[in-house]
T-cell receptor, first 114, second 107 residues
Framework: EAGVAQSPRYKIIEKRQSVAFWCNPI?????LYWYQQILGQGPKLLIQ????????DSQLPKDRFSAERLKGVDSTLKIQPAKLEDSAVYLC????????????FGPGTRLTVT | AQRVTQPEKLLSVFKGAPVELKCNYS??????LFWYVQYSRQRLQLLLR??SRESIKGFTADLNKGETSFHLKKPFAQEEDSAMYYC?????????FGAGTQVVVTP
């Protein structure tokens, strides 16, 4: 089966600019996750969707980050305006359902904010 | 609050030597624990989970609730085991990762 797809793979922007990341989960997977991984740290969950509803966005900086999952399939994560500390790898993952099911990760988008 | 601690950032071992990656956690409930691995230029992927009690690629991990640990072990390291390893805890519906341990196996 095809894996989780993400684009772009790399992005360099200046602070205060906006950026958007796209994720296409594995077909049929109901749950989609966005993680932020800062250099030297483990991934940190930003937001979790179950179909097109938000399950957990407690760690999403909502003043500048937003995410949506229209039609319960693809998802976009947006940062507006970006700050230097947003430089990180943004990982998308999906799983058939929430719970014990394994999460399958995409290749990530490496964001550099200058 | 839940927390996952991986005290070693880097572990360098010789091929054929045993390797143990430490993971300690804090969680008030009954934890679900996992080890994820990321090989060079590959995606993060699940290595094993504690409920499965299985050995994957020669690796095993035992949940010790008394010591709140979930250490990953392999008796004989291979060069292909060189990778980044993350311990993760599933609590209150959320997967929390440790900072990771880079394993380098030298011939």
């Amino acid at each position: 089966e095809a894996g989780v797809a993400q684009s772009p793979r790399y992005k360099i922007i200046e602070k205060r600019q906006s950026v958007a990341f796209w994720c296409n989960p594995i077909s049929g997977h109901a749950t989609l996750y966005w993680y932020q991984q800062i250099l030297g740290q483990g991934p940190k969950l930003l937001i979790q969707f179950q179909n097109n509803g938000v399950v957990d966005d407690s760690q999403l900086p909502k003043d500048r980050f937003s995410a949506e999952r229209l039609k319960g399939v693809d998802s976009t994560l947006k940062i507006q305006p970006a700050k230097l500390e947003d430089s990180a790898v943004y990982l998308c993952a999906s799983s058939p359902l929430e719970g014990l099911y394994e999460q399958y990760f995409g290749p990530g988008t490496r964001l550099t904010v200058t | 609050a839940q927390r996952v601690t991986q005290p070693e950032k880097l572990l360098s071992v010789f091929k054929g030597a045993p390797v143990e990656l430490k993971c300690n956690y804090s969680y008030s409930g009954s934890p679900e624990l996992f080890w994820y691995v990321q090989y060079s230029r590959q995606r993060l992927q699940l290595l094993l989970r504690h409920i499965s009690r299985e050995s994957i690629k020669g690796f095993t991990a035992d949940l010790n609730k008394g010591e709140t640990s979930f250490h990953l072990k392999k008796p004989f390291a291979q060069e292909e085991d060189s990778a980044m390893y993350y311990c993760a805890l599933k609590g209150w519906g959320k997967l929390q990762f440790g900072a990771g341990t880079q394993v380098v196996v030298t011939p």
